[in-house]
């Protein structure tokens, strides 16, 4: 399934940093993360990051404040990725729960004050307009921890589990299945710009966001990798080397019973083939228990990696800005 969009040529080179005035290509924001932006040279980077702080090769940073998350909803398992993430390079974290959230008022008058007392914003489980308003007036770098915007730690982290387990993500194809979330969008246009394809199988209704795939498809013409969105599940497994498998929307399950990830369903994918799930305490009946149990599992790598995918990106962000940190060096 295509849709019949004329690819775009994308910018000679992105910025160094993430941030910058674009969330989409048509939507200004100031300071908001956006992988989209990111090069690959950048994207690997951040990689060797992670991939050093796993190692013990720490960078700690000393800030004059410690970093805000908000957090639309309880988020326990993002919570404690931020801030292990975030201790393993010396910062702080202050959580503002739901309640402490809903009283921030005014978006863009929260943005600018808590920009004013914090060197980065976290948001997970915001409403992306409002998350896009706390960053046009933030003058610092604001970083969706989730959300229907995205999860840029959260995709870099599991491109670094696939990377370790596939022995590399050029030439290799990841099937996604189920619910086009926000982490897939970063999963798409950052896994096509590091070489990875990308096959995404969705019911009717379910599709990923069109400029996104566009977006990824032109830099999967820069690296010889594919993006292909599809209703059939067959298809999308084809000759897959990994299968990511997408928690079902609870309003919504009759929609996606033809979704279900059984042993049956992945004959066509390579030998080999390994499982990813971004939430296995709420595995249900997107994917057989019976992967649970084989080598291929890895959700729990995945949960390990994201403190050290946050660590990777705040100590990237911050680094540069001597007002806000100071590299202190290897310990």
């Excluded at 404040?65 to 909803?73: D, F, I, K, V």
């Excluded at 920009?115 to 046009?136: C, F, R, W």
């Excluded at 000759?239 to 049956?264: K, L, M, N, V």
Aim: proline share 7%; with cysteine.
């Amino acid at each position: 399934m295509t849709d019949g969009t004329a690819p775009r040529q994308p910018p000679a080179e992105p910025p160094a940093l993430g941030y910058d005035r674009v969330a989409t290509r048509e939507a200004p924001i100031a300071s908001l993360l956006n992988l989209g932006t990111m090069s690959a040279a950048t994207l690997r980077e951040l990689q060797g990051r992670a991939g050093a702080l796993r190692r013990g090769e720490q960078h700690r940073l000393r800030t004059v404040a410690p970093l805000a998350l908000l957090l639309g909803e309880p988020a326990p398992y993002v919570r404690a990725a931020v801030e292990a993430g975030a201790a393993l390079i010396g910062l702080r974290v202050v959580t503002y729960g739901a309640e402490e959230v809903a009283r921030l008022g005014d978006p863009l008058v929260a943005g600018e004050r808590l920009g004013a007392l914090h060197p980065a914003i976290l948001g997970a489980s915001l409403p992306a307009a409002v998350l896009a308003d706390i960053a046009e007036r933030a003058g610092v770098p604001v970083i969706e921890a989730g959300g229907p915007g995205g999860d840029p730690a959260g995709a870099l982290a599991d491109l670094l589990v696939l990377e370790r387990a596939l022995g590399g993500l050029e030439g290799r194809k990841l099937a996604w299945v189920g619910d086009a979330s926000g982490l897939l969008h970063d999963l798409l246009v950052a896994g096509c710009t590091l070489g990875l394809s990308v096959s995404v199988a969705h019911p009717v209704g379910y599709a990923p966001d069109l400029e996104r795939v566009t977006w990824a498809r032109e830099r999967a013409g820069l690296t010889r990798a594919a993006v292909h969105v599809t209703t059939e599940l067959a298809e999308a497994l084809q000759d897959a080397h990994a299968i990511y498998a997408e928690p079902w929307p609870e309003s919504a399950t009759e929609r996606f019973r033809g979704y279900s990830i059984q042993r049956h369903a992945v004959r066509g994918a390579r030998g080999g083939c390994v499982f990813l799930h971004r939430a296995p305490e709420r595995r249900g009946p997107e994917l057989s228990a019976s992967f649970t149990e084989d080598v291929g599992w890895l959700a729990l790598e995945q949960a390990r990696t994201r403190a050290y995918s946050w660590a990777a990106v705040l100590g990237f962000l911050l680094q540069p800005d001597p007002l806000r940190a100071v590299l202190s060096g290897a310990q």
